[in-house]
């Protein structure tokens, strides 16, 4: 039953996928044992073995489990009848109460399996499975409506590991009749299965569909199924190829560590992480059943891990630039950190070696590093609680985190870019013709309209981010003046207030279909792209970053300007900059040029927002050219230095604003925080302007008076650049088309471009930030210089007066080349 591994080597070097699932099929004795064991993977997965569950460090894990079933068993006694199995979920029109309901009846099959609540009745179990499937979900007529998520992956999560749970206790009639009805209810499918070719059926979606069918296999010793699901899954670990679209997705993990949902939502820290989780719960599943050669796997979801998460994870807070609709939630950066620290843990038994020494290490990093204590019973599995106590407990192991001290990671693919110091992370989010501007739907994000135009978050070392960040930061600051935006001077509706407080846009007759599920409203809607292409930059030796973005107006104001939408759709047009990061050792420098409205609006631009506590005790201090807020309550400081343009105003407000305004689902929360904002502004039919700001994290407010890093060298909408002597760099963003030149550097038409001095060497990173281009070429000017190290993708030569450089871009998406020269 067995793969080979030459075998399994030719096929994924045929296929590209790491095609894990054996060719022959078993035999009857081996599908038994191999689906009992997947069974029984299952069932200790999520309640856990005698074993572990002897253990002290997950008592508090099955006394949750055991109070949840409880208080769900006392819900179902006092439910008032046939239209409603638990109090207070009503069902016949709902689906999140008829999923919450198949979830309650989930965590009550748990506590069946769990040693201290055996005592809980399985039949009970099995009379709610029977009582809904005849009621609310049998009848394919009246199921599907609300979103289609419930009824795919929601309800089907419930019920398949419900039944394993149940065990010979679940009746083979009720299994069989409810894999039936799930079939049936993959309406985004073909014939009652996964289709590779439907949007819905994509990275954490598929992954989370797959596994289901991959337990339903199991329940009924469906070989096919298990197979076949397993080949579907597959897919979600080979790396997107822009390029090279399979199955025309962008969904999934790219190769410089970027992950995409909703074809074009940067969503590392929401869906990605759900499809880490679920990945390796099914190489944990597979042990020992023979159905998958899944060793194979584990380096991928290494370097996920290694490449894509741990950029994204700062003193155990995930930032909020992957996160879409979910920033507007309740739960914390450090709560979705613990989700990762859970996967983590288990990919680290699943590892050998060093890797597996480096996950451990990363685990007990991410636990001393973070401001907030991580509960291991919020864990999935008590088997994950054991090896992460056991972890904790090894000597051997010495806190290490996955990144180096100082780290600049360009996400290009996904249009986001992080960069790391001991003493700070600041993280930058953009948009472009390939990834969206923000992501808002069902009630989430109300306000999402500048989140990706340039937002950025700027976390110091030291912080409990939940004070700094988090739902409190999208509440209380507003959304025109987040960190890094330039914004008109108008207000927005959100879709509710649009559209008679529905929570999208209604109309079914228009020949664009727009229905709560559509690709119209996706596009124009949840989640539409901006219209330019100009996003990216380079890095240089993986340490310093050069980050360029041109404003633009999303997909909704061109269509609608071209009269391709309804006339009651309302769209907004967006204000006009080009900007440049250049990502430093001690400062971040910020370059505006070309800033203002073709409408004539006034227009604002945000160099900064932070906030604290209404208690804490926040300071600003001005001078000439420079501002510094401070929070003396937690040591926390940022001066700013204005290096040209006009003087920004510095404001400190206190505001109180409830959690609701963000998202509707959220609590009526009053929320009160000290409100700093830095901004720029410009009256109506103003000319634009052009300014530059050095961010200085951590710096005492002499260190901002005297400030003579990075010098402006260039700040126009055709090119923008900086210079620090002390560091023997430059950096250029450029534009537009045509020859650009400055400091001893030529480039031709738009790139970015790191040029740093050195032992006697130069060392150039280039990339081409529209990701269209298929040569970049930049001469040198001075001495004529050699190659002594770099990628094969530049090419070097000698030309009067320096050296030029033509580098291979074709088909990169935004990939930094690096090239050391000397004499």
Do not use: C
């Not at 022959?24 to 073995?49: I, P, V």
């Not at 306000?447 to 030291?462: S, V």
């Not at 967006?574 to 409205?597: H, I, N, P, Q, Y």
């Not at 040198?780 to 094969?792: M, P, S, W, Y």
């Amino acid at each position: 039953m067995e793969i080979t591994r030459r075998r399994l080597l030719s096929v994924l070097a045929a296929s590209g996928v790491l095609a894990a699932v054996p060719t022959q099929w078993a035999s009857a004795a081996q599908l038994a044992d191999g689906a009992a064991r997947l069974l029984a993977n299952t069932t200790d997965m999520f309640a856990g073995t005698p074993a572990s569950n002897s253990r002290k460090e997950t008592a508090a894990k099955l006394a949750a489990i055991e109070k949840t079933a409880r208080a769900n068993l006392a819900a179902m006694d006092a439910a008032s009848g046939d239209g409603e199995l638990f109090k207070g979920l009503p069902l016949g029109s709902s689906d999140p109460n008829l999923n919450t309901t198949y979830q309650k009846v989930y965590e009550i099959a748990l506590a069946t399996r769990t040693s201290d609540a055996s005592d809980i009745p399985r039949d009970r179990v099995v009379d709610a499975l029977t009582w809904l499937h005849e009621k609310y979900y049998g009848d394919q007529s009246k199921g599907y409506y609300g979103n289609w998520f419930t009824w795919e992956i929601g309800i089907s999560q419930h019920v398949s590991r419900t039944l394993v749970l149940l065990g010979d206790a679940a009746p083979a009639e009720l299994t069989t009749t409810y894999i039936a009805s799930m079939d049936a209810y993959l309406r985004s499918g073909k014939d009652g299965d996964v289709d590779l070719d439907s949007r819905f059926h994509t990275g954490a979606n598929l992954a989370d569909i797959t596994t289901n069918r991959i337990l339903q296999g199991a329940l009924t010793g469906d070989e096919a199924r298990i197979r076949k699901a397993l080949t579907d899954q597959l897919t979600v670990f080979a790396t997107v190829d822009p390029y090279r679209l399979r199955h025309g997705v962008t969904d999934g993990h790219y190769a410089d560590g970027s992950f995409i949902q909703h074809s074009s939502v940067a969503y590392t820290g929401s869906y990605g992480k759900g499809l880490l989780t679920r990945v390796i719960q099914t190489l944990k599943l597979l042990e020992g059943t023979g159905f998958a050669y899944g060793e194979e796997l584990v380096p991928t979801v290494q370097k996920w891990v290694r490449d894509g998460f741990a950029p994204l994870i700062f003193e155990g807070w995930m930032m909020e630039a992957v996160k879409g609709r979910a920033v507007s939630r309740t739960g914390s950066g450090y709560a979705d950190s613990a989700t990762i620290v859970e996967a983590v843990v288990d990919l680290a038994s699943l590892s050998e070696g060093d890797a597996a020494r480096d996950l451990k290490a990363y685990v007990k990093h991410l636990r001393a590093a973070s401001k907030a204590t991580l509960d291991p019973a919020t864990f999935v599995s008590p088997l994950s609680i054991v090896r992460y106590a056991d972890i904790l407990a090894d000597p051997d192991i010495q806190p290490a985190d996955l990144n180096p001290p100082a780290r600049s990671v360009a996400f290009n693919a996904m249009d986001r870019t992080v960069h790391r110091r001991p003493g700070f992370a600041f993280t930058l989010s953009r948009s472009s013709a390939r990834i969206s501007k923000y992501e808002y739907m069902s009630g989430e994000n109300l306000m999402p309209w500048f989140q990706g135009d340039g937002a950025h978050y700027l976390y110091l070392a030291g912080q409990d981010q939940t004070q700094a960040f988090g739902v409190d930061y999208f509440t209380t600051v507003s959304p025109y003046g987040l960190a890094g935006v330039t914004a008109p001077v108008e207000h927005r509706g959100t879709v509710p207030e649009l559209y008679e407080g529905k929570l999208f846009y209604d109309n079914p007759d228009h020949p664009l279909n727009f229905t709560a599920s559509s690709e119209s409203q996706n596009k124009y809607v949840y989640f539409p792209t901006a219209t330019q292409t100009y996003s990216g930059g380079a890095v240089l030796d993986g340490v310093y970053g050069a980050v360029g973005w041109v404003a633009s107006d999303d997909v909704p104001w061109r269509d609608k300007r071209a009269g391709l939408l309804p006339d009651d759709f309302v769209a907004y047009r967006g204000a006009r900059a080009t900007k440049s990061w250049f990502l430093l050792d001690d400062e971040v420098v910020v370059l505006a040029a070309g800033v203002g409205d073709a409408a004539g609006r006034a227009v604002t631009t945000t160099v900064d927002a932070r906030v604290a506590p209404a208690g804490d005790a926040v300071t600003v201090a001005e001078g000439d050219g420079w501002v510094r807020w401070a929070d003396g309550s937690r040591d926390a400081a940022v001066g700013y230095v204005r290096l040209a343009g006009p003087a920004a105003k510095a404001r400190l407000d206190t505001v109180t604003r409830s959690r609701r305004v963000v998202r509707t689902s959220n609590p009526d929360t009053a929320v009160t925080k000290r409100v700093f904002s830095l901004t720029v502004e410009q009256a109506a039919g103003a000319k634009s302007a052009s300014f530059a700001y050095a961010l200085l994290p951590n710096a005492s407010e002499a260190a901002v008076r005297a400030y003579e890093g990075a010098r402006v060298l260039a700040n126009t909408s055709r090119m923008q650049a900086v210079g620090h002597e002390g560091l023997g760099l430059t950096a250029v963003n450029t534009f537009t088309s045509g020859a650009h030149r400055t400091a001893g550097l030529d480039v031709e038409g738009p790139a970015s471009v790191l040029v740093r001095g050195r032992g006697g060497g130069v060392t150039v990173a280039v990339s081409d930030p529209t990701t269209e281009r298929d040569t970049v070429t930049l001469v040198l000017r001075g001495h004529r210089l050699r190659t002594a190290d770099g990628d094969d993708a530049v090419r070097v030569t000698a030309v009067p007066g320096g050296t030029r450089l033509d580098v291979d871009t074709h088909h990169a998406y935004g990939r930094s080349f690096t090239v050391t020269l000397r004499r």
